[in-house]
Each structure stands twice: as C-alpha cells, then as structure tokens.
C-alpha cells in the first residue's frame, strides 16, 4: 500500500513539476557506514521516475554499507565537487551521520551550499550536520529525537519543531523517511517557487 501510495505520489509529480526541475542536478551523499537505505533507494526511485539528474558521493569511492548490510559504490567522491556541481543537496540519514558530525569537509560543502541558496535536505539523523555547519540561524528545523543527537547540539540554539517534515527557507528536514514522497513534494514546489518556505506538516 505504502508503495502504492509513492508511486502515486511520483506519478503527480512527473504530471505537475517534472518539466520545470528537469534540467536541474540533485547530489545525494551517502555516509561510508550506517546509512539508511531505506531513504536511498525512496529517493533513488522518486528522481529515477522524474527522469531527474543526480549523483552520489562520499568520503572516498569504497563500498558504502547501509544500516541493513545493502552496499552502494558512490559515483564520485567529495573532494572531486563543489557546490557548482549541483543545484540541491540532499543527505541520507542512518546511524552513519554520527561519526559524520567531525567531517569538516563536508560540513564546508553544507555550509556552502547553504550560502549560495541552495535547497538541503537532511532526513532522520542527518539534520544535526545543519546544525554543525551553522546553518540554521533564523530557521526552524526537526530531525530525530535521540538523546545521542541532543547531546551532539546541547550548546547550540536551535528553533526544534516536534513535526515529521519542517521546511524553513531553503531547508527541508523530516525525523522519519515515512513521508519522503511527501517531502519531495515540498521541495519542488519550493523549488518553483509556488509554496511558502515556511511550513510545518505532520
């Protein structure tokens, strides 16, 4: 049913937006370890029926293992883009991103993309990196709710908002990967310019 419901959801999309977003290029990283692949193949899926461009990366072009043993060999590594590669940055979550939080290379990219406007999506675990990089100054945010996360931010002032999926200006971030097609949604009609960048659903 939950498929049912994607492919839908896909299928309006392809219907609605698909042409406006169609020259765009998403990247999506992936965390060496631990990363979920339930967000993966979601995303993988949505931007494969659009007929979108995208690319992965991570840390270095080895095997990536999923949180449920799937493997993944990213297309290119981080030292090898900038933020002029893309025009969206969307990163997985998973139990990964913790030992991602000392990775100044690519909060660098995080923090780079988020000054030249581009639209982040950070799902489940991964909006604590938004945090990390110094982004989310005047901007309101969800993610996980695990003591592991809070202790990682315990010092910053965040604008925490208790809802699955939070889009604040050019951020997008959700506690699950329940919603994915839903908060897709919300980033191409923020992408086209036909939605309020704040919003809170859920």
Same mark, same amino acid.
């Given at each position: 049913?939950?498929? &049912?419901?994607?492919?839908?959801?896909?299928?309006?999309?392809?219907?609605?937006?698909?042409?406006?977003?169609?020259?765009?290029?998403?990247?999506?990283? #992936?965390?060496?370890?631990?990363?979920?692949?339930?967000?993966?193949?979601?995303?993988?899926?949505? &931007?494969?029926?659009?007929?979108?461009?995208?690319?992965?990366?991570?840390?270095?072009?080895?095997?990536?293992?999923?949180?449920?043993?799937?493997?993944?060999?990213?297309?290119?590594?981080?030292?090898?883009?900038?933020?002029?590669?893309?025009?969206?940055?969307?990163?997985? /979550?998973?139990? /990964?991103?913790?030992?991602?939080?000392?990775?100044?290379?690519? &909060?660098?990219?995080?923090?780079?993309?988020?000054?030249? /406007?581009?639209?982040?999506?950070?799902? !489940?675990?991964?909006?604590?990196?938004?945090?990390?990089?110094?982004?989310?100054? /005047?901007?309101?945010?969800?993610?996980?709710?695990?003591?592991?996360?809070?202790?990682?931010?315990?010092?910053?002032? #965040?604008?925490?908002?208790?809802?699955?999926?939070?889009?604040?200006?050019?951020?997008?971030?959700?506690?699950?990967?329940?919603?994915?097609?839903?908060?897709?949604?919300?980033?191409?009609?923020?992408?086209? !310019?036909?939605?309020?960048?704040?919003?809170?659903?859920?």
């Amino acid at each position: 049913m939950k498929k &049912l419901k994607l492919l839908i959801l896909i299928f309006v999309f392809s219907t609605i937006f698909g042409a406006d977003i169609k020259n765009s290029t998403g990247a999506i990283y #992936i965390s060496r370890n631990y990363f979920s692949y339930v967000d993966f193949f979601k995303f993988k899926s949505i &931007l494969d029926s659009l007929n979108l461009n995208y690319f992965t990366f991570s840390d270095s072009l080895d095997t990536c293992i999923s949180e449920t043993l799937e493997k993944v060999v990213p297309n290119t590594v981080i030292d090898s883009i900038s933020v002029s590669n893309f025009d969206y940055l969307i990163i997985l /979550g998973g139990r /990964g991103i913790i030992k991602e939080i000392e990775n100044k290379k690519l &909060l660098k990219l995080i923090k780079d993309a988020d000054s030249t /406007g581009k639209f982040i999506i950070a799902i !489940g675990f991964a909006p604590v990196l938004l945090v990390k990089a110094k982004v989310t100054d /005047g901007k309101f945010i969800t993610m996980t709710n695990t003591y592991v996360l809070y202790e990682k931010v315990k010092d910053v002032k #965040i604008k925490y908002v208790d809802r699955d999926i939070v889009s604040s200006k050019n951020l997008i971030t959700t506690q699950t990967n329940e919603n994915l097609g839903l908060l897709f949604s919300k980033f191409m009609e923020l992408y086209n !310019g036909t939605s309020s960048t704040e919003s809170f659903g859920k």
